[in-house]
């Protein structure tokens, strides 16, 4: 292992583990710090569910990919509609939608779904997925719905609150810069990265104390830090406060905080299903560019209750695409191809912002997650249209 | 505290119930200094009005908010209880304004105290707007709403199905507004019934402007439509690269419209032709506003800019905070503008 830190939790007992994505250092790349330890403050005496992650299907990941379900860089609602009903289907064997989407949720949940808005409006969970989303859930006969994101205004950015049905209530965590009302101070997780005053990350309060399920939505989109952001990036960083403070480029502490982050309960608990949404896909410049030179339009949906496997794949999928555009690799560690801010970083696929740590996902995996060896994937491509 | 002198009234959303934008009131001069600046207790994402000497706000701290144009300081505040996103809206003695918690508020315009308010089952994200003693406002139960300006009893509603966050256009028995269905609706605003619809291809976020005829609307659909007033059917539609969900603003003859695509977009009022088009930023999500020969436009990453509505050349810009939907409001001696940290900021 190349990277590696030691996470204790309070409450569940205090356990030491030694967690960090492994890969063997090229030559010429640098040699990175550990990161610091990490204290997770979790809920007292929290029942695992066996729903929660990597839930009821570890290593499996379903992809439903249809030709039709973008054009124009519009979204088919009707062939989106197709899609989730079939990758339903897929993963969890069921005959009807609406079964496979029992299998998750039962009417008395308060199903939070989590969006990733932080790319809007060029990229982003597409509204279109998030409605058929609403659909599926109402017909294994849930009534409470929310749509969740750390920030209100990247919500509005995506116009989520006006494009979704009557009844969705739609909660932004944050209004503006470090405003802490939203979050539970009895849950965090508490590590000192780069001196910072606030070491600690809070778990949103609509998570511990208002919902009982996730659903979580994620885009397929690299990440300057992370090397992606997929399921476990867009449920950590996107439910707990105070991340930012893990990157000092060009060092970031993504491996292995995401990870942490995805671990702690009730989160893990709560989040049963991922489908992450590859309508669009940022191959340079996430999570937040809106150059479309560097947004593809693949057509693809990853359906799977393991985050670990589901971003596995994305990484799969995203580092092919950069390789043929003749983009950086995700693992480059080389100095000189470190861009000298952040504009420049924007703009060149052959430049990065930090040293990427795309091993955030392996990481994950070693703490219990899901299953990061993509030969013990149970991996399945279905072509539609 | 320097002191801005206020010969300007801006009752509305985009300044009066023909929503102008301040047509003719203000110079276009680049703003020298900041005269002062205020931060409420949460972020704004609405658009400040102004009547006399008290510039209206409100914030998602839950309060309508009077500040004292010459001195910066609150004078009063006005709570509801829950997050404001809806631009105030001010006639005769009355502010109206709505709240997420469903509630629209008809509060004293002097002193702030309640004179009415009207329970509607969702969220109220739309200004409203008053038209021959009738408020008139759409909510996110999927209702559009008239209620007597006097009361605030309602005298009828009109059920869409789907959520409303376009603030209505009304005139002379005609009401206008969007709705997340994908429709444009005009109705009777005596009776609430249909006079007709018109349908885009994405929910509508945008509130209509009408000018020459022809209602003017933005869409999720990536679309600009001009619509007959009289018939709903489409004269023409311009497309951008990303939604609108900003409002269009019209001077001669040329309608602006913002799209998320970062582009502000200038097009002939009677034939969709593209005058010209300028990216001003990422994105943008408000609404345009002009004064002679200026339009100015706050965007979403910071960018407040004013650039001549002929050529659309920058005349200026400034580097203050986010806007997701606020505008600006401009008078001879002063610019008011909101961001979504909370502050306010009065240029001279």
């Known amino acids: 292992m190349n990277r590696r830190t030691f996470v204790t939790h309070a409450l569940a007992g205090t356990t030491g583990l030694v967690i960090g994505g492994a890969r063997a250092r090229a030559a010429g790349e640098v040699n990175l710090p550990d990161p610091p330890p990490i204290h997770v403050h979790g809920l007292k005496d929290y029942r695992r569910s066996p729903l929660g992650m990597p839930g009821l299907f570890p290593g499996r990941v379903i992809e439903i990919h249809d030709p039709n379900a973008i054009r124009d860089n519009h979204v088919s609602q009707p062939v989106v509609r197709r899609m989730i009903e079939q990758g339903m289907k897929e ?5 009807s939608p609406a079964a496979a989407w029992a299998r998750f949720v039962t009417p008395n949940d308060v199903v939070g779904i989590k969006i990733n808005p932080a790319g809007a409006p060029a990229c982003c969970s597409s509204p279109e997925i998030v409605r058929e989303v609403i659909h599926g859930l109402r017909s294994a006969g849930v009534r409470d719905i929310l749509v969740y994101d750390r920030f209100s205004y990247y919500i509005q950015a ?6 979704l049905p009557v009844g969705i209530r739609v909660v932004g965590v944050e209004h503006r810069e470090s405003d802490v009302s939203g979050y539970d101070t009895n849950i965090y997780c508490q590590a000192d990265f780069f001196g910072e005053w606030e070491t600690r990350s809070y778990l949103a309060s609509v998570v511990t104390q208002q919902i009982t399920k996730i659903v979580n939505i994620p885009t397929l989109k690299d990440h300057s830090a992370a090397g992606v952001t997929g399921c476990l990036k867009n449920l950590g960083y996107g439910s707990f406060n105070n991340v930012n403070r893990t990157h000092k480029a060009p060092i970031t502490f993504t491996d292995p905080l995401i990870g942490v982050l995805c671990s702690t309960e009730p989160l893990r608990s709560k989040a049963v299903l991922s489908i992450l949404d590859g309508m669009r896909e940022v191959w ?12 593809g339009q693949p057509g693809l949906l990853l359906f799977g209750t393991d985050p670990v496997a589901v971003d596995t794949i994305e990484l799969a999928i995203i580092s092919k695409k950069r390789e043929l555009e003749g983009a950086l690799s995700l693992w480059d560690r080389n100095p000189a191809n470190m861009a000298k801010d952040g504009q420049e970083y924007s703009l060149n696929p052959r430049k990065n912002l930090f040293f990427r740590q795309p091993a955030h996902i392996e990481a994950a995996g070693r703490l219990g997650l899901g299953v990061w060896e993509i030969n013990k994937i149970n991996y399945s491509k279905v072509e539609m249209g | 505290m320097a002191e801005a002198v206020n010969t300007t009234t801006w009752v509305t959303l985009l300044c009066d119930v023909r929503r102008t934008g301040g047509q003719g009131q203000w110079p276009g001069r680049a703003p020298e200094r900041v005269l002062w600046q205020l931060r409420l207790e949460d972020s704004v994402r609405s658009s400040p009005v102004l009547a006399g000497d008290l510039l209206y706000i409100t914030c998602l701290d839950g309060a309508l908010h009077a500040i004292d144009v010459h001195s910066g300081r609150e004078a009063w505040k006005s709570e509801t ?7 105030p809206a001010i006639c005769a003695n009355k502010v109206l304004f709505g709240n997420d918690s469903g509630q629209v508020f008809a509060v004293d315009r002097t002193t702030g105290q309640k004179l009415w308010a009207v329970s509607t089952g969702a969220e109220v994200w739309t200004s409203p707007v008053v038209f021959g003693g009738t408020v008139f406002f759409g909510s996110a139960d999927g209702y559009f709403y008239a209620a007597a300006l006097s009361t605030g009893k309602v005298q009828w509603t009109f059920r869409s199905g789907a959520r409303i966050y376009s603030t209505a256009y009304a005139e002379e028995h005609r009401v206008y507004f969007g709705c997340s269905n994908r429709k444009v609706y005009c109705l009777d ?14 929910g509508i976020e945008s509130s209509p402007a009408l000018a020459d005829g022809a209602v003017l609307i933005g869409s999720e659909d990536f679309s600009l439509y001009a619509l007959d007033a009289a018939s709903g059917i489409i004269r023409w539609k311009y497309s951008t690269g990303l939604g609108i969900s900003s409002s269009p603003a019209v001077a001669n003859r040329t309608v602006l419209a ?40 706050q965007a979403f990453r910071g960018e407040t800019l004013a650039l001549d509505t002929a050529t659309g050349q920058t005349i200026w810009r400034a580097q203050l905070g986010m806007s997701v939907q606020s505008c600006p409001v401009l008078t001879k001696s002063a610019i008011y503008l909101a961001d979504i940290e909370g502050m306010v900021y009065a240029l001279e």
């Open chain 1, 91 to 95: 993963l969890t064997g069921e005959t």
């Open chain 1, 158 to 163: 995506g116009g989520y609150h006006a494009l």
């Open chain 2, 189 to 202: 605003s005596g009776s609430g019934e249909v006079v007709w619809t018109a349908e885009s291809g994405d």
């Open chain 1, 284 to 295: 340079h410049g996430g999570p937040q560019t809106q150059l479309q030179q560097f947004i």
């Open chain 2, 258 to 297: 913002g799209s998320k695509d970062g582009f502000l977009y200038a097009l002939d009022l009677s034939s969709g032709r593209l005058n010209w088009k300028v990216q001003i930023s990422n994105v943008i999500m408000a609404s345009p506003v002009i004064s002679e020969g200026v339009v100015c436009i």
């Open chain 2, 81 to 87: 209880g829950s997050g404001i996103h809806s631009t």
